[in-house]
């Protein structure tokens, strides 16, 4: 089975605070996602990666950004935390580009005060 | 802009229904489409994925359909179970690999 690991499930920072959030996967897949969810807004894409110090931005990027040094392990920096910024955010991996299925880990809910 | 729509955006039902849920997409061009269920506070599990060249995909008591012509995947779900109860999510998929996502049917079946 396909495993998705995030670093932590619950997370509260400061506004202005340096975060890291970190996504492993254990299927060696080359493409690597991060989304945030929110309520009325959905799923977002922020960045991918389809391979190892490779990105690319989503739609919503601004405020983000990421680091792909080894291929099981995509991180999400927010250089700068802020309030706008308390959201669910997800990983997901899958090999290759396109026909396969993505897997999801199961969210880190970060909170901005 | 890629737009993905689901209706309905909550749903009620009594155990035992049979029920549709529907996806529709603006660009007829699709690659591949994936139905999840996310129970609250936890990601995304994926149930079907229906790859390009395919139209249908079966597992248990799910059954969904592409039509890429027209822009819609509708999931079936059969004999619905308390334990169905979760939110459902269509992601559109594009040849990169993204996912263009609606927003999702909150769905509570009832005993």
């Known amino acids: 089975d396909v495993k998705v690991t995030q670093s932590s499930r619950y997370l509260v920072k400061r506004t202005g605070e340096k975060v890291f959030l970190e996504c492993v996967q254990d299927m060696d897949h080359e493409n690597m996602f991060w989304y945030r969810q929110d309520p009325g807004l959905g799923l977002r894409l922020i960045y991918f990666?389809?391979?190892?110090?490779?990105?690319e931005k989503g739609d919503i990027p601004e405020g983000y950004s990421v680091s792909r040094e080894k291929k099981e392990r995509f991180s999400l920096i927010l250089e700068s935390a802020s309030t706008n910024q308390t959201s669910m955010y997800l990983c997901?991996?899958?090999?290759?580009?396109?026909?396969?299925?993505?897997?999801f880990g199961p969210g880190t809910r970060l909170t901005v005060t | 802009k890629q737009e993905v729509t689901q209706i309905p955006a909550a749903l009620s039902v009594p155990e035992g229904e049979n029920l549709v849920l529907n996806c529709s997409f603006t660009d007829s061009a699709i690659y591949n489409l994936q139905w999840f269920r996310q129970d609250p506070g936890k990601g995304l599990t994926s149930l079907l994925l229906?790859?390009?060249?395919?139209r249908e995909q079966t597992s248990g008591r799910l059954n969904a359909s592409l039509d890429k012509s027209s822009g819609r995947s509708t999931l079936y779900i059969a004999a619905s179970q308390p334990g169905d109860s979760a939110t459902y999510l269509c992601?559109?998929?594009?040849?990169?690999?993204?996912?263009?996502f609606g927003r999702g049917t909150q769905l509570t079946v009832w005993p």
């Open positions: 229906i790859q390009s060249s395919q």
């Open positions: 990666s389809y391979d190892v110090k490779m990105k």
């Open positions: 997901a991996s899958m090999p290759l580009r396109g026909d396969y299925e993505q897997y």
């Open positions: 992601g559109r998929g594009s040849t990169l690999g993204r996912l263009y």
